[in-house]
């Protein structure tokens, strides 16, 4: 510094001191530009040596500039701002590269003083500052942080300049040293896209978006400034700086962009997990979740933004835009549409999975699925420990919610999806419980709530509860309070409902010590309740109890406590049989269950204590004296003034025949026992049941004063007294049954005594069943299966026997016999049994009340362990019907075939019992295991606790095959035999149709699987239609279960390599080969049979009719071979149409779906297309031909189905369902509406001709003739008003209501199918209109198209005339095509478009 600079700053100094600012700016006005520039420089520089951060004379500089603005001199103070403002900006942006630049303190004063000096500035000054700033961007591509407040105020200062000159200097960009004239918003735009064009520094560059969000934009300028800081994520170098870019983002679309701004951050974080999804990024991302909350809190516009992202992205969200949504649905105010959408979300996943599926024409032409909801949730509740803490809440509220609403089906998609979604779900649910501590107990609350009220969906939360316990019994532990809070309600609940929880929360209750005094305490106050209904369920709840105490002792871990615990329980129950017989005959009931299972019998101090229990009870009813009429005293247990019950005696001796039953064999005694004073209790115990069952084998119904021929109704005292005698009568010799059966078997009685038994068990029932009639004398008890008490396990045992496994009979190494041992045991049994064998009644009448329980498996009372169902359907075809399909080497023994009296022969049970085990299996998700116990049985697979690992998939599939082959041929031996078995041979179709169908399963969804399965469905299919073809009897169920078959079948028919190949990455578009050509013929070759079906349908009833002329239309089916009139009757042809119809709807309601996806696939392949590449969109485009040419195959079928010659209610079905092809008709329409790049092809105009022309045609023939005159009857109807009041209430006769039902079904019929018409011709006619391509003359008009005009009686003017003057047979009509059709808004139809169930 020079000694006159060194005096100046003395002067300056002085002045300051004396705080003379005006003087001071008069002496620095009187020094140069470049002597006011040195002094701030030199100050500046001073300052950084000394580390002060005070800039003195910098500060008096602007103070001093600032004065002489104040007292008048605006030039001289703008120069000496300009200046130093000027030359501080230098210094900042020289320094701004620096290393050790103090960024909070160096430049603090400074930025706050040319914030204060900024409006006194001249526009000059502005634009040199502003673009000072940006040439420093351009140059390092960072904005130094003293900027970040500035550069908001500068950019705003610069834009509200007016006109200014500006030269080649000032911005670079100008030839030969000329000038231009721009405005200060021309020159803030300049330097915003500039700007925005530049290379930013990522540590700078959320400073530099904050400065550049604080600027007042323009919409094209937020527009611009959102994409520079979209490109910008990607060049972010460290995850710890995305949360920073990405909220100023957020802030920048308070003022726009919203839509654009949330897609971007959504698609940045996509592509960002697919290189690095770690944990770092999940932290990173659960950051950027909670600025997305905040910002949404204060910005409501952005969640709506976020929504409507939702609904156009539908099944493209990823794991961070789902868990953004989730972040969503905490806000209140879009917790409802969120969660909808979610919920939608996830059901509609598993619908469409199965759908595609099941779509195998369409499945090489589909996009592959975006979305794996399964992967989707998972994925969101691990990541939820890793900074996504705050969607866990959410996300346990959406998978409750959804649960609720598929249980109750309040969404219209398939069971089979609401099922799989809530497996999904409920998975979900408990890895949150398991993985995060703080949703445990609002889990707890809602499994709860939803017991408590009896929802629809409570018995899944209850097993929920039970997966959970399981799990982890601790972590449940600390809620067991909530548990006895809602036992506590225990009178409001199901008596199902209690035992389930209480099963379900048995782990704690043997656990918990604390828990099962107040459980029990519970239980004890409602056992004694006023209540019925809550003794109920008091007593399902102690059974409940004593079931998990007593399992504990069949895992060898039984000790003193355990024991404790079940005597108190025990001792309930025992005064729980002191109370009404209601409760009592609820006790016994769940007493025989328990004393059922092999754990309960082998606990001695469960068989000593209800020993105890029951010896005394029998001893008060059994009547040791011969003389007596009955071993037990009938007349006791019957209230003599109410003829009612009293004693439920049937339940009690069931109770103490299989408690009997255990205590006397022999491993039991020792076991049992301590003294031989307890084990010749047992034995005197036995030899009372072996009396009791003598007497009453020799009883005849006169000694309990019954009457064959008397009253057995309610309507009398002596009906009700004959009823109830007779019913326990019944339940005595049942329960006598049941003991002889399980000691018949181990030899310890003779097997006579039992057939004796079954005989007097026969009388008495059909006596009941036969006299026990309705007001309408129609049978009350439809069955005397209804009356048996035999139990499940009872019953297989016996059928083992009597229906043995010949194989294993003959075999000593069978999978099923061990050793020598059980071999020779087993062919022991099977001996004594031959006179059970032999009597066919017997057999039959066990068989059905195993079939019974199976049967009823799906109620929560009588569910049948899936053990016992795979040794029912074991049983069933080793026994009947393996000897069925062998009948060439040896014929079906008589005693399988023969009926009895209004009964069914063992070959039909056994085929019911085979069904129904395979619809019982597939509704617990285990059918796959059925073939394999059935073709390759093993003691594991019979096991009390089930097959220890399910068999592999290609083992289900070859044991399926062979299953299916098998009863394939059991129904030809039994259609072959004279006479023809037909009922046997419906029962085995039904059967066949529930293997086919698991088949059929495997094929759409494991192709890996499919190559076995295909061949045995492709020759199933043509095994049915060949048996429909040929000479079979015309029996309606025979024939329906043979087409039904035919249409499980149906896509099996095409070529197989279609079910191996792939969807089309629509991702890689580049790399996409041709998907598999269609054949001609493939569509043809799989519908054929179907085709043929109707057609053959059509000639019978034509001919059944004596229509020898038949239409002109119809002609082209005359050369069809002749139907057989045996097979097609009046009887079987409408069940023939109502099973194509139903197909049919299957199949149009498939097509809906793929034309969704159409849809879907033509956005997305737009926009996954690059901008510059104008082709086609050659996926879509052959999605919809092969559309076209799914929906044109169809027409040939459609054109039978319009035959005039099917009855009035057939026709109704002919016109629905045409109805039903003119509405998917004009959804594919309205799709290439939607989808502009979709071309009008081919086959496209091919389908619009056959449907818009000839079906039309066909149409309006047969709506003529059937319908032609019913509205003139109805007007006639309307027109005949009652002169009075009064007579117009009168009643109405029997053929007056006929007549005014049809003529409304016809009106809503016909009324339909013209709506569906004409909404089909309006989008042809917008579509034509749209694509200039002529399609208006397919759309011809019929001269019979207004159905309101009686066609007969204006035949002949309209044949002759029409308002030109010209024939309408000369001159059809065409639907005039307005130009401005195209331009119509689409949205007004979305309301006309009529709703169809999904598929």
């Known amino acids: 510094m020079t000694n006159s600079d060194s005096g100046l700053v003395t002067q300056l100094a002085n002045l300051g001191k004396a705080r003379d600012y005006y003087n001071a700016g008069k002496l620095l006005a009187t020094q140069t530009d470049e002597a006011i520039c040195k002094l701030v420089e030199d100050d500046l520089s001073a300052t950084a040596a000394a580390n002060t951060g005070s800039n003195t004379l910098t500060m008096l500089i602007f103070k001093s500039g600032s004065t002489l603005f104040e007292r008048g001199n605006g030039a001289l103070g703008d120069r000496i701002l300009g200046i130093a403002c000027g030359t501080c900006v230098c210094q900042i942006c020289e320094e701004s590269g620096s290393a050790d630049e103090p960024e909070g303190q160096r430049w603090a004063g400074i930025s706050d003083k040319l914030l204060e000096v900024l409006p006194l500035l001249q526009p000059r000054s502005v634009i040199d500052i502003a673009f000072r700033i940006l040439a420093e961007l351009k140059t390092s591509g960072s904005l130094p942080s003293a900027f970040g407040n500035y550069l908001p105020m500068l950019l705003d200062t610069l834009g509200v300049i007016g006109n200014v000159e500006i030269t080649a200097e000032d911005l670079g960009g100008l030839e030969h040293g000329g000038s231009v004239t721009r405005t200060g918003a021309e020159l803030k735009a300049y330097w915003i896209d500039s700007a925005c064009s530049y290379k930013w520094h990522g540590q700078a560059a959320a400073r530099i978006s904050a400065g550049l969000r604080e600027t007042a934009l323009s919409t094209s300028q937020i527009e611009i400034v959102g994409r520079r800081i979209l490109r910008q994520l990607n060049a972010v170098s460290e995850l710890n700086e995305l949360p920073a870019m990405v909220y100023q983002l957020l802030l920048l679309s308070r003022h726009g962009s919203k839509q654009e701004i949330v897609s971007g951050i959504f698609s940045f974080f996509e592509n960002l997990e697919q290189t690095n999804g770690t944990q770092a990024l999940w932290d990173i991302e659960g950051t950027v979740m909670l600025h997305i909350g905040y910002s949404i809190k204060q910005d409501f516009e952005l969640g709506q933004a976020l929504e409507t992202y939702a609904r156009e992205q539908g099944d493209d969200l990823t794991a961070f835009s789902f868990a953004c949504l989730l972040s969503l649905a905490r806000i209140h105010r879009f917790s409802d549409a969120v969660m909808d959408i979610l919920r939608k979300l996830l059901v509609s996943s598993e619908h469409d999975a199965d759908?595609?599926?099941?779509?195998?024409?369409?499945?090489?032409?589909?996009?592959?699925?975006?979305?794996?909801?399964?992967?989707?949730?998972?994925?969101?509740?691990?990541?939820?420990?890793f900074g996504w803490e705050q969607v866990t809440q959410a996300l346990v509220q959406l998978c409750l919610n959804t649960i609720d609403y598929t249980v109750a089906r309040r969404i219209s998609y398939s069971a089979a999806a609401c099922a799989q979604t809530q497996i999904l779900c409920t998975d979900t649910l408990q890895t949150a419980y398991a993985m995060h501590s703080f949703v445990r107990a609002e889990i707890i609350d809602q499994i709860m709530n939803r017991v408590v009220f009896q929802t629809d969906a409570h018995m899944h939360f209850i097993g929920l509860l039970q997966r959970l316990v399981a799990d982890d019994i601790d972590a449940v532990r600390a809620h067991t309070s909530r548990i006895v809070d809602v036992l506590e309600s225990m009178a409001v609940m199901a008596p199902a409902t209690v035992s389930r929880l209480l099963q379900a929360a048995a782990p704690l209750f043997l656990d918990d010590p604390q828990f099962r005094a107040s459980l029990i305490l519970v239980l004890r106050k409602a056992l004694f309740a006023r209540g019925t209904d809550e003794r109920r369920a008091a007593l399902d709840g102690l059974f409940a109890l004593i079931t998990s105490t007593v399992q504990v002792s069949a895992a060898g871990t039984f000790d003193s406590q355990h024991l404790a615990v079940l005597l108190e329980v025990l001792g309930l129950l025992r005064r729980s049989l002191t109370q009404q017989p209601e409760i009592r005959t609820v006790a016994y009931q769940r007493l025989a269950v328990l004393l059922d299972q092999p754990f309960a019998l082998a606990c001695p101090p469960l068989l000593n204590a209800l020993y105890g229990v029951l010896a005394p009870e029998f001893a008060k009813f059994y009547q040791h004296d011969h003389s007596a009429d009955s071993p037990i005293n009938i007349q006791q247990c019957i209230n003599p003034a109410t003829s009612r019950v009293t004693m439920p005696i049937a339940g009690f001796l069931l109770c103490y025949a299989k408690l009997v039953t255990a205590l006397t064999d022999s491993t039991s005694i020792v076991s049992a026992s301590d003294s031989s004073s307890s084990g010749n209790a047992y034995k005197s115990a036995a030899d009372s049941w072996e009396d009791l069952c003598t007497r009453f084998?020799?009883?005849?119904?006169?000694?309990?004063?019954?009457?064959?021929?008397?009253e057995y109704s309610l309507d009398s005292p002596v009906g009700v007294r004959n009823n109830s005698t007779a019913r326990l009568v019944i339940g005595c010799v049942d329960a006598a049954i049941e003991y002889a059966l399980g000691r018949g078997m181990d030899g310890a009685m003779n097997p006579a005594q039992s057939i004796e038994l079954f005989s007097m068990f026969s009388r008495f029932s059909e006596i009941l069943c036969a006299r026990f009639v309705d007001d309408k004398r129609r049978r009350v008890i439809g069955s005397v299966c209804e009356l048996s008490q035999i139990s499940m396990r009872t019953a297989l045992r016996v059928l083992a026997v009597v229906l043995p496994d010949r194989q294993r009979l003959n075999s000593p190494g069978h999978p099923l016999n061990c050793n020598t041992d059980s071999h020779n045991t087993f062919v022991a049994q099977t001996g004594r049994a031959e006179l059970w064998a032999a009597n066919t009644q017997f057999v039959r009448h066990v068989f059905e009340v195993a079939l019974t329980h199976v049967s009823a498996s799906r109620t929560e009372a009588l569910d049948v362990e899936t053990h016992l169902v795979l040794l029912l359907a074991y049983i069933a075809y080793s026994g009947v019907l393996v000897r069925c399909a062998n009948a060439e080497q040896d014929p079906i023994p008589a005693n399988l075939i023969a009926r009895g009296m209004r009964s069914r022969s063992l070959v039909m049970v056994a085929a019911e019992a085979l069904a129904a085990c395979a619809s019982v299996l597939t509704a617990r998700n285990a059918v796959g295991i059925l073939p394999v116990a059935v073709m390759r049985p093993s003691p594991a697979m019979f096991a009390s606790n089930g097959p220890t690992s399910p068999p592999s998939l290609s083992d289900s599939v070859e044991c399926m095959v062979a299953l299916v082959a098998k009863v394939r041929n059991a129904v030809e031996q039994l259609l072959s035999l004279k006479p023809v078995l037909l009922r046997e041979a419906t029962s085995l179709?039904?059967?066949?149709?529930?293997?086919?169908?698991?088949?059929?399963?495997?094929?759409?969804?494991?192709?890996?699987?499919?190559?076995?399965?295909?061949?045995?469905?492709?020759?199933?299919?043509?095994?049915?239609?060949?048996?429909?073809?040929?000479?079979?009897?015309?029996?309606?169920?025979?024939?329906?279960?043979l087409v039904a078959l035919t249409i499980c079948c149906q896509p099996f028919l095409q070529s197989q390599p279609m079910f191996a190949s792939s969807s089309i990455d629509l991702s890689n578009l580049g790399a996409n080969e041709e998907p598999l050509a269609v054949h001609q013929d493939m569509d043809e070759h799989e519908l054929g049979p179907m085709n043929r079906l109707v057609a053959t349908t059509c000639i019978a009833s034509r001919l059944l009719t004596n229509d020898a002329a038949g239409s002109d239309d119809e002609d082209n089916m005359n050369d069809e071979d002749e139907p057989n009139l045996n097979l097609y009757t009046l009887r079987t042809i409408p069940a023939l149409v109502t099973l194509a119809v139903t197909w049919l709807k299957g199949e149009l309601q498939q097509m809906d779906w793929v034309i969704g996806q159409l849809r879907k696939c033509a956005s997305a392949e737009l926009r996954l297309r690059p901008d510059h590449?104008?082709?086609?969109?050659?996926?879509?485009?052959r999605l919809e031909r092969r559309l076209c040419m799914r929906l044109y195959a169809l027409t040939p079928i459609l054109m039978h189905m319009l035959s005039t010659q099917f009855a009035g209610t057939l026709s109704d079905q002919s016109i629905r369902i045409f109805t039903d092809l003119h509405r998917t008709f004009a959804l594919l329409t309205r799709t290439k509406l939607q989808a502009s790049e979709l071309p009008i092809t081919e086959s496209y105009i091919e389908c619009l001709s056959q449907i818009c022309t000839t079906l039309n045609q066909r149409a309006f023939s047969l709506v003529t003739e059937k319908y032609g005159r019913f509205m003139a009857d109805a007007n006639e109807s309307k027109s005949e008003k009652p002169a009075k009041k009064k007579q117009s209430q009168l009643p109405r006769s029997s053929g007056g209501v006929a007549k005014t039902k049809m003529l409304s079904r016809n009106s809503v019929l016909v009324s339909s199918l013209i709506y569906q018409m004409e909404l089909s011709e309006k989008y042809v006619a917008k579509l034509a209109a749209k694509t200039k391509t002529p399609l208006a003359h397919y759309l011809k008009r019929s001269s019979m198209h207004d159905f309101r005009i009686n066609v007969a009686d204006l035949a002949e003017p309209l044949a002759t005339t029409s308002h030109d003057g010209y024939s309408y047979d000369e001159q059809p009509e065409e639907i005039p095509v307005p130009e401005s059709a195209a331009e119509d808004s689409l949205d007004e139809d979305n309301q006309e478009q009529s709703k169809r169930p999904r598929y």
């Not at 592959?368 to 939820?384: G, H």
């Open 697 to 710: 084998a020799r009883a005849q119904i006169e000694d309990y004063e019954l009457d064959p021929e008397g």
């Open 989 to 1041: 179709l039904g059967a066949l149709h529930s293997l086919a169908t698991y088949l059929a399963h495997v094929c759409f969804h494991n192709p890996s699987q499919h190559t076995a399965a295909y061949a045995s469905l492709n020759e199933l299919a043509r095994w049915a239609y060949a048996m429909i073809d040929g000479e079979i009897p015309g029996d309606p169920p025979l024939l329906k279960g």
């Open 1173 to 1181: 590449d104008d082709e086609e969109l050659h996926v879509s485009i």
């Open 355 to 385: 759908v595609r599926a099941a779509a195998v024409w369409a499945r090489p032409y589909l996009a592959k699925a975006s979305l794996d909801v399964r992967q989707l949730l998972k994925s969101v509740a691990e990541r939820a420990s």
